[in-house]
């Protein structure tokens, strides 16, 4: 049994801001307005409706996890963000199309009081849209203070003494980690002097580890995951997690492959096709934007079915990822799988999913998660990179000396037992032989 961590209580009211306040962000804002009312339950709410084991089976001990850990209540959440249009949550959830109007009238005065900041935007990042709403700055380092003022008075006006960041904007251009990125200082002076390889992703990030705000990037868009914005996560005492929602395809990929690979089936080709036509597929659309997603969908496969330790089963696997924009889907988006696999003396067999999913109803529930989890974090003193909060992303940020876990059931294990260590219980192992002797 671990020492119980010493976590601060969840008093007062906690800000969410998001940067991007489009279908996932909207739909997040309706969706705790809704369930506050009494008019929905919080269904794919781990931290709302998921329990925990604690002891062994014959203890019967299975409280909620929003029992077990002090979390805030969900009508103590306010909101807040950014987003390059000027249209308040109300209007920015009709143009997204995800809920029935019926839905959003009943809470429309609660989304009428949510508007978006102006963006820190450049169309270098996000090709597709013609931004209206944007913040005007000279360098790049006065749109990072201009966004650490927004997040300084948002506190301020709603009274706020805690408040968490979960990106939700548009998919930047696929950028991997360069000189600029590698150090806080190298990122600071990058800043200083505009360097094209600082994004808005970026900035926002940068912004909210340095105001002592938790921060995790929804999008696959590089952001908390390079040394400099870890560097300074880890100076601030500030948690940080990442990237990339885990919702329709992935979720259903990082379910099947661990159940492959336990019965050592072989695998030869998964092929992964979508269509969506909401505005992230209308960004998604770009080649450059388009290639950020690619690579986090593409890259969960390996770390599950660990290819170097059963070449024989994974070695030579064609796993190829298709996005394509449809408009006449909106937010509907659907997903086709066919996966080649091999059983006893090599016999092939196939496997198809056809997934009619809804992007953004399987994404806000992750967002209300990760709120309340990051805040969770910060008042039990747990700083940088949580990698307990893996369970909810494409592309988990880890220690860079350890291999991500994109196994869901792995992901799911390790976050339940890091709530029982941080409660000083015992950790569930599943080991069933003390029961027996
Ligand atoms: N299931 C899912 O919906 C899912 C899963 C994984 C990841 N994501 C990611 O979450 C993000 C949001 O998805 P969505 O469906 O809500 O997209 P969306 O297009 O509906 O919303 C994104 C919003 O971000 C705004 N934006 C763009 N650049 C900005 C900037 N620099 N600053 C502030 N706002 C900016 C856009 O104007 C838009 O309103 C995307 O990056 C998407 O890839 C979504």
Same mark, same amino acid.
């Given at each position: 049994m671990s020492e119980a961590r010493e976590i601060k209580e969840q008093t007062g009211k906690l800000g969410v801001l998001m940067p991007g306040m489009g279908a996932v962000a909207t739909t997040l804002v309706a969706g705790v307005e809704l369930i506050n009312k009494g008019h929905a339950e919080p269904v794919g709410s781990l931290t709302q409706l998921g329990t925990i084991r604690l002891g062994k089976r014959t203890e019967n001990r299975v409280p909620k996890v929003k029992e077990f850990v002090p979390l805030s209540e969900m009508d103590d959440l306010v909101f807040g963000g950014w987003d390059a249009f000027p249209d308040d949550?109300?209007? +920015?959830?009709?143009?997204?199309?995800?809920?029935? =109007?019926?839905?959003?009238? +009943?809470?429309?005065?609660?989304?009428?009081?949510? =508007?978006?900041?102006?963006?820190?935007?450049?169309e270098r990042w996000v090709a597709k849209l013609p931004a209206t709403h944007t913040k005007s700055y000279g360098s790049l380092r006065e749109a990072a203070e201009q966004v650490k003022e927004d997040i300084r008075s948002f506190k301020e006006e709603n009274g706020l003494e805690r408040a968490v960041m979960v990106n939700c904007a548009s998919t930047e251009a696929y950028a991997q980690p360069q000189k600029a990125h590698f150090s806080l200082e190298a990122f600071e002076e990058a800043l200083d002097r505009s360097d094209p390889a600082i994004s808005p992703a970026m900035i926002y990030a940068y912004a909210a580890i340095q105001e002592g705000v938790p921060y995790a990037n929804g999008a696959p868009s590089l952001a908390a995951d390079m040394p400099a914005l870890v560097e300074l996560a880890d100076e601030k005492e500030v948690p940080v997690a990442g990237k990339d929602f885990k919702t329709g395809q992935t979720l259903m990929k990082t379910m099947v492959a661990p159940g492959l690979k336990a019965r050592m089936l072989g695998l030869a080709g998964w092929y992964s096709t979508n269509i969506l036509g909401n505005r992230d597929g209308e960004v998604l659309d770009d080649e450059k934007s388009l290639k950020s997603k690619e690579v986090s969908k593409l890259?969960?496969?390996q770390s599950i079915l660990n290819p170097e330790k059963n070449p024989e089963l994974y070695g030579n696997i064609s796993h190829v990822v298709n996005i394509n924009y449809y408009p006449p889907r909106g937010d509907s988006k659907e997903g086709w799988d066919n996966i080649d696999i091999f059983g006893w003396l090599g016999y092939a067999m196939q496997i198809k999913i056809n997934f009619l999913a809804r992007d953004s109803i399987l994404a806000a529930p992750i967002v209300l998660d990760l709120a309340l989890f990051l805040d969770l974090a910060e008042r039990a003193g747990m700083s940088g990179i949580q990698e307990w909060l893996s369970f909810y992303f494409k592309s988990p940020?880890?220690?860079?000396?350890?291999?991500?876990?994109?196994?869901?059931?792995?992901?799911?294990?390790?976050?339940k037992n890091t709530l029982r260590a941080i409660k000083g219980e015992d950790l569930t192992t599943h080991l069933g032989l003390d029961y027996c002797e």
């Open positions: 949550a109300y209007d +920015a959830a009709v143009l997204a199309g995800v809920l029935e =109007k019926e839905h959003l009238n +009943a809470v429309r005065e609660e989304l009428k009081e949510v =508007k978006p900041f102006p963006a820190v935007f450049d890259s969960v496969l940020m880890t220690l860079p000396e350890l291999y991500p876990e994109n196994d869901l059931f792995i992901q799911q294990m390790k976050l």
